[in-house]
């Protein structure tokens, strides 16, 4: 997956910085010494120095969905990921070195969010699209991060890009119910009414009749019927409240 973010970074600096291949170049590696004394034409680096969730653009919950053949689909939120880019520009002058990170700057700060036409593979077709942040950080850090690579302090641009991953567990979801089928009961179950079924638009309760009432006290059985499966949870029937002593009832 990071693979795809590294082509997707590319095509969109390219597209709309705009970064020309004939003219400037795009690395992904280190800007150490090494590197930078292997430097031939003008170049924007963009190293992934830090991978970490993002708690900020988290999601929670679960998501029904629907597959290409129509099935139903219960899953967790995908995951959202933050990836740091160190973002610099590499000439052998110093005023086209700025001309060319400032230009990508602009690029960056008004484009939030990376569009479809410059996302690779999977990228594309999931949802929501990576977003583009420029963090603020103190020049101890931007210090510290130099020495680590053991170059010459260079101005760059801290860019976090989260991305979401297509990694949540699926579960399929079973069919909807057609139908509930409410049925009384005595406490030793015996059934003292026929059942009342509740359908959907294919079937009316008319047929079974309006519901009866009875004075017996047991629980009440609801049957769930889905796919050809039953599922039955029973609940206590309510006796009616009884009037307090020295009131008359209406």
Known sequence: MLNLLDESMEHFLRAVVPLPPREVDIAFEAPDGDWAAGISRPTVNLYLWDVRPSMVQREFGMLETTDHNGHRQRRSAPPRVECRFLVTAWT???????????????????????????????????????????????????????????????????????????????????????????????????????????????????????????AVDGPIELAARMGGRSSEATTPRRRPARPRRGTQQE
Not at 95 to 114: C, F, K, Q, Y
Not at 148 to 156: D, E, F, N, R, Y
């Open 92 to 214: 052998s002058d110093v005023g086209d070195e700025h001309s060319l990170l400032g230009r990508v700057l602009l690029a960056l700060l008004v484009n939030p969010v990376i569009a479809t036409e410059h996302l690779a593979g999977a990228l594309a077709s999931i949802e929501p699209r990576p977003t583009i942040e420029l963090r603020t950080g103190t020049a101890a850090e931007n210090s510290d991060f130099w020495s680590a690579l053991g170059g010459q302090l260079k101005p760059g641009l801290d860019v976090a890009v989260t991305i979401t991953l297509d990694a949540a567990a699926v579960r399929e979801v079973g069919p909807p119910a057609r139908e509930l089928q409410l049925q009384q009961r005595s406490r030793d179950g015996a059934i003292i009414d026929e059942p009342l079924i509740i359908a959907d638009e294919q079937h009316t309760t008319e047929e079974q009749g309006p519901p009866r009432d009875t």
